[in-house]
Each structure stands twice: as structure tokens, then as C-alpha cells.
């Protein structure tokens, strides 16, 4: 059985900075594509990057320049650095494996203006 755990969110001002962090267990880490999504009240959960076993990468474009997605194998962790965050990046993040329909318990992002 797969499990993910989330760690990570917070409270931060606009322009601040945090980092996400998610262990998964129970699937072979290093092949598998993980990501990051995030839903907002009222939105459907969007995607905001993704990346392969090989460390391929893909950001949605609001996100670009600004977060980064990483991996550390050995650890079965995927990372998401947050930076110069903005109050519409308030969500609930969710990590995820492909074929991403099944999640971690979430983490909460607020930023504040």
C-alpha cells in the first residue's frame, strides 16, 4: 500500500518563502513520476509541477521562476521550494505519484498580503 506524508506548510507573508516535503513508501521511488497539486476553496485541484525518475520537470506557468520541484531517491522524497510567494498561492498542497489519483493527507499554504 502506498502511502505519502506531506510536511511542510505554513503561515507566510507575500514574498516569503517555504519548502514541501513529501516521504513516500510502498512504490518503487525512483522510476515513478511525482507532483505536486494544490486546490484552493471553491477550485478543482490544479497541478503546479511534476517530475520524473530521471528528474524531468514540469511547472505550471504561474508557478514558474518561482517554485522548484526536486527528488532526493535515496531518500523517497520529493521537494517543493517555494519562493516569492503570492495570496493566490494559498491552497492545500497535495503530493502525488502517476498516475495521480491517489494523495497525501495535504499540507496548508497561507500567504498573507
Known amino acids: 500500500q502506498v502511502q505519502l506524508v506531506e510536511s511542510g506548510g505554513g503561515w507566510v507573508q507575500a514574498g516569503g518563502s517555504l519548502r514541501l516535503s513529501c516521504t513516500a513508501s510502498?512504490?518503487?521511488?525512483?522510476?515513478?513520476?511525482m507532483g505536486w497539486y494544490r486546490q484552493a476553496p471553491g477550485n478543482q485541484r490544479e497541478l503546479v509541477a511534476r517530475?520524473?525518475?530521471?528528474?524531468?520537470?514540469i511547472y505550471v506557468d504561474s508557478v514558474k521562476g518561482r517554485f522548484t520541484i526536486s527528488r532526493d531517491n535515496a531518500k523517497n522524497t520529493v521537494y517543493l521550494q517555494m519562493n516569492s510567494l503570492k495570496p493566490e498561492d494559498t491552497a492545500v498542497y497535495y503530493c502525488?505519484?502517476?498516475?495521480?489519483?491517489?494523495w497525501g493527507q495535504g499540507t496548508q499554504v497561507t500567504v498573507s498580503s
Open positions: 517530475i520524473t525518475g530521471g528528474g524531468s520537470t
Open positions: 502525488g505519484y502517476r498516475p495521480f489519483v491517489s
Open positions: 510502498g512504490l518503487i521511488f525512483s522510476i515513478t513520476t
